[in-house]
């Protein structure tokens, strides 16, 4: 049977904003030595600000109507940026066949031409070529027909309270580690203003999950590792960690079905409670 500590545990937890999905995940949280942290919408907000779109041929309002547009039915928040960006309502009827590539970008067929919207991975995966962008950010690279169009640079923020959060662990000799599938420049940014010296960039979702096991593969029988990700594209990562901590107000019902315990306001601060209370619930029950 459950101590009543931990219904209590997870009680408190709930009050705090911390779904806990059960007992177990309580009690594996207070051993957890290791937080691997996904960059986009979880240490950032997952608002992207336009700083740049430089067109080939076209004029810069109708490349950004073209990535909203390929972008109506994406999820993603760089998806969700663009189409905010835009602004403008969008007259699905142009629009068919959408595919999204995770990791890579998205295909659409916009007033009957193919648009592929993405990054560079994705251009090369096409075989397309694109100019290559040196500037801190998410290059956003449009093709259409097979013709290059050019990029849009996309730039996201830190949250408010990641700094302090990654400073809470590493005075509590809490390992946090950055996984990507953004570029190194940006997440080296990212990692350099929290003071974390782990980070992998460049990861395809299937990557991460590699990532993840081994990590796991070397760890203490005792020792818990959690992945903490916003849920867009993260499902299989956050299923396979010992703990998987989704953000409530971005994720997907996927990563919500799929996460042990779910932060319902998305701030990642919010971990430092559920550790807190983790850790005195299991000293209640000893
Ligand atoms: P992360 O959450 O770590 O940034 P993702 O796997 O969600 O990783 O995305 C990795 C990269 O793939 C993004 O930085 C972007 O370059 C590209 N990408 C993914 N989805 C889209 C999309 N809908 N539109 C444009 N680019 C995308
Ligand atoms: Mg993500």
Redesign the pocket.
Known sequence: SVPLAFLGGIGAASRQGVLIKGSNFLEALSKTETFVF????TLTEGIFQVKEICPKHMEPEELLELTAYG?AY?S?P??VSLRDTYGKEIDVSRVEAIK?Y?????RAFIDGRQVL???SK?MNQQGLFYQPVHEIG?A?HVAVDGEYEGYILIADILREDAKWTIRWMQKHQLEAVI?????ERVADDVAKQLGIGYVYAN???EDKVEQVKDFMESQMEEEKLAFVG?G??DAPVLALADIGIAMGGLGADAALEAADVILMEDEPSKIVNAIKISKGTIRAVK
Do not use: W, Y
Request: proline share 3%; hydrophobic share 35%.
């Open positions: 996904d960059k986009t919408g972008e994406s993603h760089i998806a999204e995770s990791g890579f970008g998205v919207i993405g990054n994705f998410t956003v996984l990507t599938g953004d570029n990861l395809m979702p916003d867009i594209n």
